[in-house]
T-cell receptor
Framework: GAVVSQHPSRVICKSGTSVKIECRSLDFQATTMFWYRQFPKQSLMLMATSNEGSKATYEQGVEKDKFLINHASLTLSTLTVTSAHPEDSSFYIC????????????????FGEGSRLTVL | GEDVEQSLFLSVREGDSSVINCTYTDSSSTYLYWYKQEPGAGLQLLTYIFSNMDMKQDQRLTVLLNKKDKHLSLRIADTQTGDSAIYFC??????????FGSGTKLNVKP
């Protein structure tokens, strides 16, 4: 099946630094990728929709200058948490919607393994 | 986003059936999904159902959809300890956005 890979899986950084998380679709092209944030014991919150070759669409309440998203190719989207603070510590998960036969019809989403960010 | 609600916890004994329930509000949802999340991991798609279906069976998994009541359930037959995880239901809005429930933590006791 389709595979989405995230890197790094865990990152610890100091307050005020920026952290980049990569999301790659390994065996299919993803024109659209999604970034979610998950707080402990809570559901996933959609942060933004990443569109290849154009600007990301952010959900209400998500700071676009804080969470920079770049979708430069059909297989890679990056999320950069700028000037990270302890309250940004969370589990970030990306997903990609396959557009190929057997994938696009259901709108099936494939998820990465997640990246746990800890800001000290 | 849309409201998708689930109970937070479910505890069953190994070998019993588990039923996880979900309610949603968007009557225009076309697909509804069940995802499984193991500790520290991402989400794994278990199964999905198209909105014009009432039931879908896939090995030990049975999905029931009551569109009138906007109620979705996931039944796991012969539940095993390896089934312990958090289960999320999700609905698709349009063709691009998924909205997830809060997740039900399933604990399977040996």
């Amino acid at each position: 099946g389709a595979v989405v890979s995230q890197h790094p899986s865990r990152v610890i950084c100091k307050s005020g630094t920026s952290v980049k998380i990569e999301c790659r679709s390994l065996d299919f092209q993803a024109t659209t990728m999604f970034w979610y944030r998950q707080f402990p014991k809570q559901s996933l919150m959609l942060m933004a929709t990443s569109n290849e070759g154009s600007k990301a669409t952010y959900e209400q309440g998500v700071e676009k200058d804080k969470f920079l998203i770049n979708h430069a190719s059909l297989t890679l989207s990056t999320l950069t948490v700028t000037s990270a603070h302890p309250e940004d510590s969370s589990f970030y998960i990306c997903s990609a919607r396959g557009g190929g036969r057997g994938q696009g019809y259901t709108g099936e989403l494939f998820f990465g393994e997640g990246s746990r960010l800890t800001v000290l | 986003g849309e409201d998708v609600e689930q109970s937070l916890f479910l505890s069953v004994r190994e070998g019993d059936s588990s039923v996880i329930n979900c309610t949603y509000t968007d009557s225009s949802s076309t697909y509804l999904y069940w995802y499984k999340q193991e500790p520290g991991a991402g989400l794994q798609l278990l199964t999905y159902i198209f909105s014009n279906m009432d039931m879908k069976q896939d090995q030990r998994l049975t999905v029931l959809l009551n569109k009138k009541d906007k109620h979705l359930s996931l039944r796991i037959a012969d539940t095993q300890t390896g089934d312990s995880a958090i289960y999320f239901c999700a609905e698709m809005e349009g063709f691009n956005k998924f909205y997830f429930g809060s997740g039900t933590k399933l604990n399977v006791k040996p």
